[in-house]
């Protein structure tokens, strides 16, 4: 049997859950090597803990590669959510997937109403959370592609006649000629005020001497998606700007250090988190550490003060403070890391040494 199929299947006989319906396509091409993207239409994988699975597709779909799994065709004039429910006559507690449609859960609810329903996503996300030897070569490939994207854009940013929309216009083609597929998340380029907005989006602004850059971005390779946020400046630091930093990039770098298995995500965060607010700048430090990442840029589970799961061994997630001051300007330092047996290992090599451009 699929060996990822199996951790699943653990996790499921662990919560008590006999049936997990997946409709997450990342998940499913996770476990079954298989990338379909359904639109408006049903496409489920049904997980039985009795190993009697099934993948529900579209006949308007098709298969390029032989599947080891059960397949149940439908077409559009067929109740696909029905189709499924009459697949839940023994089970007792079925997991449903945090991202299916209404539509289509309050259907299988409805008709298999014996059943007890809830959340299941955790059975498939945590398996997700820990990266194979294939998924971390894949991870660290990405993350050096993304150094050598990161160090055109902020040679196009030296320019500094280039407005933050044309800087990013230039983006898909660089990822393009690095082999990329395409961009993990839409680029964030940030001048001056317009980076103490954490999740910006790129205008018109032209480049001013003293401006501060933050410059988000990562590429898809192989499936796998990169992240990596890098602060620089334009023509002239200030003292303040320095100061700033230097504070952030001593919170990314002192986070890092703590990474090793068993140490609790929460206490990661603290560890950047402490540093900022001791210096007086905690207000200003207003989302999460970090996020977990993979073939999604932005997959299940926080760096952060909510979130109190301990690290293990191959778990690959982002260390990214940040002080945002508004109306003045924004620095975030951002770095993935893959969690080793007794440490981490940094996946982003861009030198963090302050730049000064134009």
């Not at 299941?120 to 030897?133: A, P, T, W």
């Not at 933050?164 to 940030?190: M, N, R, T, W």
């Not at 103490?196 to 192989?222: E, F, Q, R, W």
Request: with cysteine.
């Amino acid at each position: 049997m699929n060996k990822r199929i199996e951790k699943v299947l653990a996790q499921m006989a662990q919560k008590g859950i006999d049936h997990l319906i997946i409709s997450d396509q990342y998940s499913i091409d996770y476990l079954l090597g298989y990338n379909n993207w359904p639109g408006e239409r049903m496409y489920v994988l049904l997980l039985d803990i009795n190993s009697h699975h099934h993948l529900f597709l579209n006949k308007l779909f098709f298969l390029d590669q032989p599947l080891d799994i059960d397949i149940v065709w439908y077409d559009d004039t067929q109740d696909g959510a029905a189709i499924v429910a009459s697949y839940l006559d023994d089970a007792l507690c079925v997991g449903i997937d945090k991202k299916w449609e209404a539509k289509f859960l309050l259907k299988v609810m409805d008709k298999a109403s014996h059943c007890h329903y809830e959340v299941g996503s955790e059975c498939i996300d945590y398996i997700r959370m820990i990266k194979d030897e294939e998924e971390q070569n894949l991870m660290r490939e990405a993350s050096r592609l993304n150094d050598l994207a990161i160090d055109q854009v902020i040679q196009l940013c030296a320019k500094g006649n280039l407005t933050e929309k044309e800087v990013e216009s230039h983006i898909p083609q660089i990822y393009h000629d690095l082999g990329c597929e395409g961009l993990s998340f839409s680029a964030i380029v940030g001048y001056g005020p317009n980076g103490a907005d954490g999740h910006h989006s790129c205008d018109d602004s032209t480049l001013k001497p003293g401006n501060s850059i933050v410059i988000d971005m990562g590429g898809i390779y192989h499936g796998y998606c990169s992240d990596m946020t890098r602060t620089v400046f334009y023509k002239e630091i200030s003292p303040e700007q320095k100061k700033v930093y230097n504070l952030v990039r001593q919170a990314n770098e002192a986070a890092e250090a703590v990474v090793k298995p068993g140490v609790r995500l929460c206490d990661i965060d603290k560890t950047a988190r402490d540093i900022i607010t001791e210096a007086g700048f905690g207000p200003n430090f207003n989302h999460r550490l970090g996020h977990f990442i993979g073939r999604e840029c932005h997959e299940w589970g926080d760096v952060s003060q909510a979130f109190d799961l301990k690290v293990e061994e191959g778990m690959i997630f982002s260390i990214e403070p940040g002080i945002y001051l508004q109306d003045n300007f924004g620095v975030r330092v951002e770095d993935l890391v893959l969690v080793t047996k007794d440490g981490c290992e940094v996946l982003n090599h861009y030198t963090k040494d302050i730049i000064i451009i134009g």
